[in-house]
T-cell receptor
Framework: DTAVSQTPKYLVTQMGNDKSIKCEQN?????MYWYKQDSKKFLKIMFS???????INETVPNRFSPKSPDKAHLNLHINSLELGDSAVYFC?????????????FGPGTRLTVT | GNSVTQMEGPVTLSEEAFLTINCTYT??????LFWYVQYPGEGLQLLLK?????DKGSNKGFEATYRKETTSFHLEKGSVQVSDSAVYFC????????????FGKGITLSVRP
């Protein structure tokens, strides 16, 4: 039973398109995250939601919009895709109060913008 | 602000060699420290953690000790295996209400038979 799942695993699209990535966790955690990993493996947090409330919003272009319909789901919508958006996007979850930094990561979505 | 510095990679070792991956940090307060591992094609997994000075985290033969005096959290393993080939990330958990994990750049370890 997958703890943190993401769909799709691979996403190839053209510049200017709009796309979404979905994330679901079945761990009962109250906090979810989106990270971006570039081609050099550098990992940077983008957003975090706690109980459906946005609590971390790093300097990310406003073309990126997260949405958390409930505690178990966090989606990422990207408008007007650019070449520089090509990366692997990871969703993660944790339990905020007891183990905020013990995060469980999904398998990643490799986004390629052509 | 908080930052984590890892030694430059990649690192290539023969099976059964001793591993050390250096990690130092800059932070205010007393952060928690972590090592995460990313196997090929997968997401990150927590490998070990330490929450206060002189704590030693250990898991799967890996160890790291939280050294406040040197602001370090070096990862060690006495005898690496081919299956340890992965990217290793040192990370720092900040203090404060809405703190986040700050990751180092990661280092790729390749272990050859």
């Amino acid at each position: 039973d997958t703890a943190v799942s993401q769909t799709p695993k691979y996403l190839v699209t053209q510049m200017g398109n709009d796309k979404s990535i979905k994330c679901e966790q079945n761990l009962g955690h109250d906090t979810m995250y989106w990270y971006k990993q570039d081609s050099k493996k550098f990992l940077k947090i983008m957003f975090s939601y706690n109980n459906k409330e946005l609590i971390i919003n790093e300097t990310v272009p406003n073309r990126f919009s997260p949405k958390s319909p409930d505690k178990a789901h966090l989606n990422l919508h990207i408008n007007s895709l650019e070449l520089g958006d090509s990366a692997v996007y990871f969703c993660a979850s944790s339990q905020w109060i007891t183990s905020q930094y013990e995060q469980y990561f999904g398998p990643g979505t490799r986004l390629t913008v052509t | 602000g908080n930052s984590v510095t890892q030694m430059e990679g990649p690192v290539t070792l023969s099976e059964e060699a001793f591993l050390t991956i250096n990690c130092t940090y800059t932070a205010t307060g007393y952060p928690s420290l972590f090592w995460y591992v990313q196997y090929p094609g997968e997401g990150l997994q927590l490998l070990l953690k330490a929450t206060k000075a002189d704590d030693k985290g250990s898991n799967k033969g890996f160890e790291a000790t939280y050294r406040k005096e040197t602001t370090s959290f070096h990862l060690e393993k006495g005898s690496v295996q081919v299956s340890d080939s992965a990217v290793y990330f040192c990370a720092l958990g900040g203090t404060g209400a809405n703190s986040k994990l700050t990751f180092g750049k990661g280092i790729t370890l390749s272990v050859r038979p």
